[in-house]
């Protein structure tokens, strides 16, 4: 009785231990899922992004300044001799040029370049996928350091935009480990908008200017769901970077990059006010003269086809000959003396925002010895020579620069002149007004700094045409008192920019020829005149719905379209939808594919088979019926190896082969779209869509062509390309259908305009009750197939 108690007792206890193992292994799946859920959250992302892009700006930073101190330090030991100071001034910024090209030019020649109009045209929906690998990624960052390293007149914050897309883009293939969305193309594309909010952040630490500028710069139209990401991120990079520096004991505690002591009681006085204004018009002058230098250079070597080849064949020659030119100006006994070469980016935009007035110091003593300020005297010249010096000889400079195939941006060079040149002006304000400005019997003297720091954001506006610099001002220097002055300039620059030059970007997307649409710009009434169908080709490619295999091979060899318009038959033209590229190629692999093709020599060997033994009656003892069932075995195996290598084999057909009337045959057959994905509605327009309204469909939907329809039938279609061409003013070319820009309308308004609409409502009666008859074929699936396989 006890062993059966016993054994009861053992029984219950292993049932209790399984039971607990089972819900001890549930619990531990259910919390590993909801870990994973929470790991693909958008907040984690965020934060991974933003730590991970300020860690990375800091390291470029520090890698930079090891760079410049070391040439520093080359050059103030070398003092002795003149000539061994040039050499080092000048070798050592042509070696980081020339290994950051040739390192650029190996691994990732995607490096090159700012990187934003390959954003931008990415976010317009183009695919450009070498833009976006681990490559890239490496070639830009290493590049990038050796370019800035080297003291060159370029700009970190456009290729930090980059880098930050292409670590957004590396971090959702990670994180689609995690979740599904992360491998959905249109939410990383919103992605990608946040990441530039966070390349701006990381570099000037301004979160909110950062994401009004990637707003500006980078989106034609902007999600309001990415308002809280783009800020999540740009903030958490913008505390991350600063929080390194203080870690790094660079700063105390967490301020602005550049914090400024502009008077906050009374910044400024109404009378300065026009001074800004004439400041801002003479940025966007200066902005749109940029621009078109920068793309005058470029053509200039592009157009000389001796140059050409030449640089072609010598790839690194033409950055160490531009750097050899830069360095040599700016060597600091030489040239240099008159524009402050000896100091760095940073430091020339520190010394120019300072509140002091050089004007009133001309004796060089005055100069506080201690501070950066000493660079700019000259026991000659005075502080009005060397500003001019340095606006002038930078602007060339960098406009050159910016050609160099190396990883570079523009928008600190720029921010840079533009604080010089408002420096300039603010000198010759308070040279003019010695006394400074007078307000209820107290005197109040010009701050050269407000206007460098006017100057920095109209010009950088200017040339990217944007208005966020003056958010990006503000909290690069921590003051906001000049709002109204700093507004004023930079929205009269960007009108002055707008209406002579398209932007930096825009500029740099044209003479790389991206698939990009350009802006309407001002003054495009005229636009409201223009139809698609004044633009529009007529002659489009298309498959009908009782097409043969043989036109898709026709289609296919004739066209280089990605997707085509099905019809219903030639004679209606009606659009029934549309098929990509890749699935008719499908049609006709599956049509005379290998599989295809074995089936046939599979029922041909059996036919021969039957036809043997037809032929070869049994005999009595059945010796003679063994002898022919090996001999045919044996010429089976030897005709089904010739027929594989004359039909599965790639080979030339020869006319009158069986092959080529076997192909002939399966080419005449009708297309069976029942496996084929078909696009029930594409995008379409009717005839008398404007152009502004197309360009606004296309910039929203990120389209690269739309087909135009009357009534249901197919007219014909416009694509990105004539899009750009009309709104460039070029429509006029072949294939393109031109009539005058009123022409839509005169046709619109003339007396028979009444009885084409009664046609056209009787016509489209027909048509609707004919396609009520007729359907689309349907996508094949798999659970019909196994139903009736059941």
């Known amino acids: 009785m006890c062993w059966l108690v016993?054994?009861?007792?053992?029984?219950d206890l292993t049932h209790w231990y399984c039971s607990s193992k089972c819900c001890c292994?549930?619990?531990?799946?259910?919390?590993?899922?909801?870990?994973?859920s929470c790991v693909g959250e958008d907040w984690i992302f965020l934060i991974l992004l933003g730590l991970f892009m300020a860690l990375l700006s800091w390291l470029v930073d520090f890698g930079i300044g090891i760079c410049l101190q070391s040439q520093k330090w080359m050059y103030v030991n070398l003092e002795s001799n003149v000539f061994l100071q040039y050499l080092a001034w000048v070798t050592y910024p042509v070696v980081l040029i020339t290994f950051s090209a040739g390192f650029t030019q190996l691994l990732a020649p995607q490096a090159v370049g700012s990187g934003i109009p390959e954003i931008k045209t990415i976010l317009r929906g183009v695919v450009l996928k070498e833009c976006l690998t681990f490559k890239t990624f490496v070639a830009k960052v290493i590049g990038l350091t050796s370019a800035l390293g080297s003291g060159m007149p370029l700009g970190k914050e456009s290729p930090f935009v980059h880098i930050a897309s292409l670590g957004a883009a590396l971090l959702c293939k990670f994180m689609s480990l995690f979740g599904g969305i992360y491998e959905n193309e249109s939410r990383?594309?919103?992605?990608?908008?946040?990441?530039?909010?966070?390349g701006v952040s990381c570099v000037f630490a301004a979160p909110i200017g950062g994401l009004l500028f990637s707003i500006e710069a980078m989106s034609t139209f902007f999600t309001v769901r990415n308002y809280w990401r783009g800020f999540f991120a740009a903030t958490v990079t913008a505390?991350?970077?600063?929080?390194?520096?203080?870690?790094?004991r660079d700063e105390v505690t967490i301020t602005a990059l550049l914090p400024t002591n502009f008077r906050q009681d009374f910044p400024f006085d109404l009378q300065e006010l026009p001074a800004f204004a004439v400041l801002g018009i003479a940025s966007g002058l200066g902005g749109a003269l940029f621009v078109c230098l920068n793309r005058q250079i470029v053509q200039l070597i592009r157009n000389q086809k001796t140059i050409k080849k030449f640089l072609m064949k010598k790839r690194l020659l033409y950055p160490a000959l531009v750097t050899l030119l830069v360095s040599t100006l700016t060597f600091p006994p030489g040239f240099g003396q008159f524009m402050a070469a000896k100091l760095t980016q940073m430091e020339s935009l520190?010394?120019?925002l300072d509140n002091q007035t050089w004007s009133k110091q001309g004796i060089p003593e005055e100069f506080d010895?201690?501070?950066?300020?000493?660079?700019?005297?000259?026991?000659?010249?005075?502080?009005?020579?060397?500003?001019?010096?340095f606006v002038v000889m930078k602007f060339w400079m960098s406009a050159l620069a910016m050609t160099m195939p190396v990883p570079c941006g523009a928008f600190m060079p720029v921010f840079v002149i533009g604080a010089a040149f408002g420096r300039l002006v603010g000198e010759s304000m308070a040279a003019w007004f010695p006394d400074g400005v007078h307000s209820d019997g107290t005197i109040y003297p010009i701050e050269p700094g407000v206007y460098a720091a006017v100057g920095a954001a109209a010009l950088s506006g200017a040339v990217t045409h944007t208005v966020s610099t003056a958010v990006v001002v503000f909290?690069?220097?921590?003051?906001?008192?000049?709002i109204l002055p700093v507004m004023i300039a930079v929205i009269l620059a960007n009108a002055v920019a707008q209406s002579l030059q398209p932007s930096l970007y825009d500029s740099l997307i044209m003479i790389k020829k991206l698939p990009y649409l350009p802006e309407l710009g001002w003054g495009h009434h005229e636009y409201y005149n223009i139809c698609v169908e004044d633009i529009m080709i007529r002659d489009v490619m298309y498959i009908t719905l009782n097409c043969c295999y043989r036109d898709l091979h026709d289609v296919l060899l004739t066209g280089h379209l990605k997707t085509l318009a099905l019809l219903e038959s030639s004679e209606s033209m009606i659009l029934l939808g549309s098929i990509e590229r890749a699935q008719i190629q499908a049609l006709l692999s599956l049509q005379l594919g290998r599989p295809r093709r074995l089936k046939y020599l599979r029922d041909r060997a059996t036919a021969e088979k039957r036809l043997s033994v037809v032929s070869h009656p049994s005999s009595e003892d059945g010796s003679t019926m063994v002898n022919q069932e090996v001999h045919f075995q044996v010429n089976k195996v030897k005709v089904q190896i010739h027929l594989y290598k004359m039909w599965c084999l790639p080979s030339v057909l020869k006319p009158g082969s069986v092959k080529e009337e076997w192909e002939e045959n399966q080419l005449d057959e009708q297309v069976n779209f029942d496996n084929c994905m078909i696009d029930p509605a594409p995008i379409q327009l009717v005839e008398s869509t404007s152009l502004h309204k197309t360009h606004t469909i296309f910039s929203l939907l990120g389209l690269d062509h739309a087909y135009v329809t009357s009534i249901g039938r197919l007219i014909g279609v416009v694509s990105l390309k004539e899009l750009q061409k009309a709104i460039e003013g070029s429509v006029a070319v072949k294939g393109v259908n031109v009539r005058p820009p009123l022409a839509s309308f005169r046709d619109s308004g003339t007396s028979g305009t009444i009885m084409n609409n009664e046609n056209k409502a009787r016509d489209l009666h027909k048509l609707w009750n004919r396609r009520k008859l007729m359907s689309l074929p349907k996508e094949h699936r798999a659970s019909d197939s196994d139903e009736k396989s059941k």
């Open 188 to 198: 990383n594309i919103e992605l990608l908008s946040v990441a530039c909010a966070v």
């Open 475 to 482: 909290e690069l220097t921590g003051q906001i008192s000049h």
């Open 350 to 352: 520190e010394t120019l």
């Open 239 to 248: 505390f991350m970077y600063r929080v390194l520096a203080v870690w790094n």
């Open 25 to 36: 292994c549930l619990c531990t799946v259910r919390c590993q899922k909801f870990l994973i």
């Open 6 to 11: 016993y054994i009861v007792v053992l029984t």
């Open 369 to 389: 010895s201690n501070s950066h300020s000493q660079a700019w005297k000259h026991p000659q010249v005075n502080v009005f020579v060397t500003l001019t010096l």
